[in-house]
């Protein structure tokens, strides 16, 4: 009986003692990873800040008002895609003289933080390897792969917004350890009440898309004015609710100094033809000709004089106005996008050397 109780008490202790061991091996194996979690987390704060030569070039960098108008998508549903912005003027040496390299780099190089107001959401990383002019500009292409983001894997540009609603957002834009660019614009909703109905809610922006119009020198010469448009309709065509685009036709007519200067190509007896679409952003634009038809407009056609461009469009109340003016045979910027006369670099309207904007009136 002594035996068989020694047994037991002994088959106890190594049945208690593999259990102990195996508590405890789980118990190292969650600190080690905690270690490696608080390690992830922690690298970026470790890191040294990226210092750029901002001497690199002669102007300050920016973000083009083109790139941040197809770029900046809010969809439907209410998510966001925010990649493929176009930056100018980026350095791309650091203080040190060495190159700053798009891979080991860029978690600190080309960053873009997500606020609603002053609170703070998200921030995305940025490939910035794609260069065009010299590397004057770059492009703000999402990472080919994964990034670690506190101590997570992360890719995409998506914030939602079902979660963080209605409101004012705002862009800012860091190369470096430098803010360089500010976009702002505003997130809005409408809602269905038809049971029926596939959406009953749809997210929609606005700002400069709503704002501002261009003329674009093409390398042809010729120029072309552009202007967006997007609708909010649920269903546009009645007898059938996958189609989503809204047919729209519109007519421009410039005025030089008071007089007949120029309308859209096929003239004003021919209005342009377009599909706008839902919710999303849509660019609308046609090259020019003089009002006697006779000659297409170019940047040499703009001599000094002041201008006045009225867009009608067939499903608008009123028409769109803009005005500028030509003054020694330049076309005179307005005071945002003059880097002289800007008084922000942050929200500098950037037209590079190709496009002209233009304020709604």
Same mark, same amino acid.
């Given at each position: 009986?002594? *035996?068989?109780?020694?047994?037991?008490?002994?088959?106890? =202790?190594?049945?208690?003692?593999?259990?102990?061991?195996?508590?405890?091996? %789980?118990?190292?194996?969650?600190?080690?990873?905690?270690?490696?979690?608080?390690?992830?987390?922690?690298?970026? *704060?470790?890191?040294?800040?990226?210092?750029?030569?901002?001497?690199?070039?002669?102007?300050?960098?920016?973000?083009?008002?083109?790139?941040?108008?197809?770029?900046?998508?809010?969809?439907?549903?209410?998510?966001? %895609?925010?990649?493929?912005?176009?930056?100018?003027?980026?350095?791309?040496?650091?203080?040190?003289?060495?190159?700053?390299?798009?891979?080991?780099?860029?978690?600190?190089?080309?960053?873009?933080?997500?606020?609603?107001?002053?609170?703070?959401?998200?921030?995305?990383?940025?490939?910035?390897?794609?260069?065009?002019?010299?590397?004057?500009?770059?492009?703000?292409?999402?990472?080919?792969?994964?990034?670690?983001?506190?101590?997570?894997?992360?890719?995409?540009? !998506?914030?939602?917004?079902?979660?963080?609603?209605?409101?004012?957002?705002?862009?800012?834009?860091?190369?470096?350890?430098?803010?360089?660019?500010?976009?702002?614009?505003?997130?809005?909703?409408?809602?269905?009440?038809?049971?029926?109905?596939? =959406? !009953?809610?749809?997210?929609?922006?606005?700002?400069?898309?709503?704002?501002?119009?261009?003329?674009?020198?093409?390398?042809?010469?010729?120029?072309?004015?552009?202007?967006?448009?997007?609708?909010?309709?649920?269903?546009? !065509?009645?007898?059938?609710?996958?189609?989503?685009?809204?047919?729209?036709?519109?007519?421009?007519?410039?005025?030089?100094?008071?007089?007949?200067?120029?309308?859209?190509?096929?003239?004003?007896?021919?209005?342009?033809?377009?599909?706008?679409?839902?919710?999303?952003?849509?660019?609308?634009?046609?090259?020019?000709?003089?009002?006697?038809?006779?000659?297409?407009?170019?940047?040499?056609?703009?001599?000094?004089?002041?201008?006045?461009?009225?867009?009608?469009?067939?499903?608008?109340?009123?028409?769109?106005?803009? !005005?500028?003016?030509?003054?020694?045979?330049?076309?005179?910027?307005?005071?945002?996008?003059?880097?002289?006369?800007?008084?922000?670099?942050?929200?500098?309207?950037?037209?590079?050397?190709?496009?002209?904007?233009?304020?709604?009136?």
């Amino acid at each position: 009986m002594k *035996k068989l109780t020694m047994i037991l008490g002994i088959t106890t =202790l190594v049945l208690v003692g593999t259990t102990a061991n195996a508590q405890l091996g %789980r118990l190292k194996n969650l600190t080690k990873k905690k270690e490696r979690k608080e390690k992830t987390t922690s690298e970026g *704060k470790d890191k040294k800040a990226l210092e750029l030569d901002y001497t690199t070039f002669k102007f300050t960098p920016a973000i083009t008002m083109s790139s941040l108008l197809y770029a900046t998508e809010i969809s439907e549903k209410g998510s966001t %895609r925010l990649q493929n912005y176009t930056a100018s003027f980026v350095p791309y040496k650091k203080k040190d003289g060495s190159s700053v390299s798009n891979l080991n780099d860029q978690s600190q190089y080309l960053i873009i933080k997500v606020f609603k107001g002053t609170e703070f959401i998200d921030y995305f990383e940025y490939d910035g390897d794609q260069t065009f002019d010299n590397k004057k500009l770059r492009k703000l292409n999402a990472p080919s792969s994964r990034y670690q983001k506190n101590g997570e894997w992360a890719d995409g540009t !998506n914030v939602d917004l079902k979660k963080w609603g209605e409101g004012m957002y705002r862009l800012e834009f860091y190369a470096g350890n430098k803010l360089f660019y500010n976009f702002d614009f505003e997130v809005y909703k409408v809602t269905n009440d038809d049971p029926y109905a596939e =959406l !009953n809610e749809m997210y929609l922006s606005r700002g400069a898309w709503n704002k501002y119009a261009y003329m674009e020198h093409q390398k042809s010469g010729n120029m072309v004015f552009g202007f967006y448009m997007q609708h909010e309709e649920f269903q546009p !065509n009645p007898s059938d609710p996958n189609k989503t685009l809204k047919d729209v036709k519109w007519t421009l007519n410039m005025t030089k100094d008071g007089k007949p200067f120029a309308t859209n190509y096929n003239g004003l007896s021919k209005p342009v033809k377009g599909k706008v679409n839902r919710a999303k952003w849509t660019e609308m634009n046609t090259a020019m000709k003089s009002s006697d038809g006779k000659q297409v407009i170019k940047l040499s056609s703009l001599t000094d004089g002041a201008y006045k461009i009225e867009v009608k469009v067939d499903i608008e109340a009123k028409p769109r106005v803009y !005005n500028f003016s030509v003054a020694n045979n330049k076309i005179v910027l307005m005071d945002e996008q003059d880097r002289s006369k800007n008084t922000d670099p942050t929200r500098l309207v950037e037209g590079w050397n190709n496009f002209y904007w233009f304020k709604l009136e």
